[in-house]
């Protein structure tokens, strides 16, 4: 008999029939002549409660079994006569596959806070938060890959080692087969693997603009890498970024993207994640579900980075970092513009240019570019994207003013000069969407296996 999911029986539309299920036991609770157990099978947030009485075979070796443990368990689901749950097994078999020692087994019925269940990657997603977390990542997953494919974008795979800084900001991990520890031999860059200097790319944008000025419109989604030295609640080392790209459009295509691009994501998880989205809201943050409901019924706010700083110098509020005309924005500034001030997602444009990277298209008063970053509250950035430069003296005036050798971005500028086109795009910072949607403060307790300064176990 096949085992069929937990998540499939709660929502069944009838009892009386004969099932088989697989899972891990919740809890245990012995009493005379009986037992019951809840079993998770990590297909959603609900367990299913188990009664086996003492005529069930190996019943004596059953009730010794603890939290954790794997079983299998047929029997009858029936409509559960008791309180808190609607259906429950009447078991007829229950096979044991793994025992789980409860003296040792790490997770406790107590509450663990998420910096212990950190330390034990390998076993936190069997406990509902983590289960909760990584069923979304999954359905955030799904609703991005609809959200492009729905409108023709084209799912492109764009290399994970590279030998460019899309970003320019240096902050990359190294590839190399070279060792240094090797006595009696100099070896250089061009000895190396792929005879040049390499490392794992910050971002596919470069090449997906390659892509896109051959396809129209495509969308990479994969693991970027940044080696930037930052311990904070929103950076990870490895992280997943969502990077569309659009042929013969211009900043304010990108904008109405990116717009509808979010609410039709966050839509998705009211619509088909209520039971870990209740959750969230009940465990993780007051309000997540109404401040989503919130945004997909509203319109974003665009405000220019001038206009934004006036409003923060005017603001009256103490910063950590002084704000003024030229800074890059820091987090206590994005959440300030955000939260306090609009109370509802922003979109940032025409940044200076010293403060963003080489390949944003120019304003007419050369100060300033077609850049925009999407705001949001508790997060501050959660989307970085611009207009292109598609003029090539304008380009390479500006890597050289950044001195960027253009022959290791001739491919890229190559695009310029045959049957060049204004194009846009954006990165959607996979993993603070995650904690945007589920309302988790720490930007680790949202990836399965994080990556950070110090830390690369599991
Ligand atoms: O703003 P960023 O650096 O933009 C780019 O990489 C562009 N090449 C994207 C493009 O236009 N195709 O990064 C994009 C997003 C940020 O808004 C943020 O959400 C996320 O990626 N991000 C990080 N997320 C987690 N940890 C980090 N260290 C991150 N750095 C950026
Ligand atoms: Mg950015």
Request: one cysteine or more.
């Amino acid at each position: 008999m096949q085992a069929t999911r937990i998540k499939e029986l709660l929502n069944s539309d009838k009892t009386g029939f004969e099932v088989k299920i697989n899972g891990w036991v919740r809890t245990k609770r012995v009493s005379k002549g009986f037992s019951f157990f809840e079993i998770n099978d990590g297909s959603c947030l609900s367990n299913i409660q188990v009664v086996a009485e003492e005529d069930v075979p190996g019943y004596r070796e059953i009730i010794e079994i603890g939290t954790g443990s794997s079983i299998s368990v047929k029997g009858d689901l029936i409509d559960s006569p008791g309180k808190g749950q609607k259906y429950e097994i009447k078991a007829k078999e229950i096979v044991i596959y793994g025992k789980a020692d409860p003296e040792t087994y790490p997770l406790q019925k107590k509450r663990h806070s998420f910096e212990f269940l950190r330390d034990i990657a390998h076993l936190r997603a069997r406990t509902n938060t983590f289960g909760a977390v990584f069923r979304l990542r999954n359905a955030l997953s799904y609703a991005i890959h609809s959200f492009f494919q729905e409108r023709g974008f084209v799912y492109i795979h764009t290399p994970i080692i590279t030998g460019n800084d899309c970003e320019g900001a240096g902050q990359m991990f190294r590839v190399t087969t070279i060792d240094e520890n090797a006595k009696e031999q100099v070896l250089t860059e061009a000895d190396d693997f792929f005879g040049k200097r390499t490392a794992l790319t910050v971002s596919g944008q470069l090449e997906g603009e390659l892509l896109a000025t051959a396809l129209g419109n495509v969308y990479t989604f994969g693991p970027t890498f940044r080696a930037e030295n930052s311990n904070t609640s929103r950076h990870l080392s490895e992280f997943w970024m969502v990077e569309p790209e659009m042929a013969f459009a211009r900043l304010e295509d990108d904008i109405k993207l990116a717009e509808d691009f979010l609410k039709y994501i966050f839509k998705y998880c009211l619509d088909k994640c209520m039971e870990d989205m209740e959750f969230f809201d009940l465990r993780i943050k007051k309000g997540v579900i109404a401040n989503l409901e919130d945004i997909v019924k509203s319109d974003f706010i665009t405000v220019t980075y001038t206009e934004a700083v006036k409003i923060l110098e005017n603001s009256g509020e103490k910063f950590e970092f002084p704000v003024h005309w030229g800074v890059d924005l820091q987090s206590e500034h994005e959440r300030y513009l955000t939260e306090n001030e609009f109370k509802k997602p922003v979109i940032l444009i025409d940044y200076p240019k010293e403060i963003k990277a080489f390949y944003m298209k120019n304003n007419d008063d050369n100060k300033t570019v077609r850049a925009m970053d999407v705001l949001v509250p508790g997060i501050g950035e959660i989307i970085g994207g611009s207009e292109r430069e598609d003029n090539l003296d304008v380009l390479m005036q500006r890597m050289s003013e950044l001195g960027l050798n253009p022959e290791d971005y001739w491919w890229y500028l190559d695009i310029r000069k045959f049957g060049s086109v204004p194009h846009a795009g954006f990165g959607l910072g996979f993993e603070r969407t995650v904690q945007f949607v589920s309302g988790m403060q720490n930007i680790r307790d949202v990836i399965p296996f994080p990556r950070t300064p110090k830390s690369a176990d599991f």
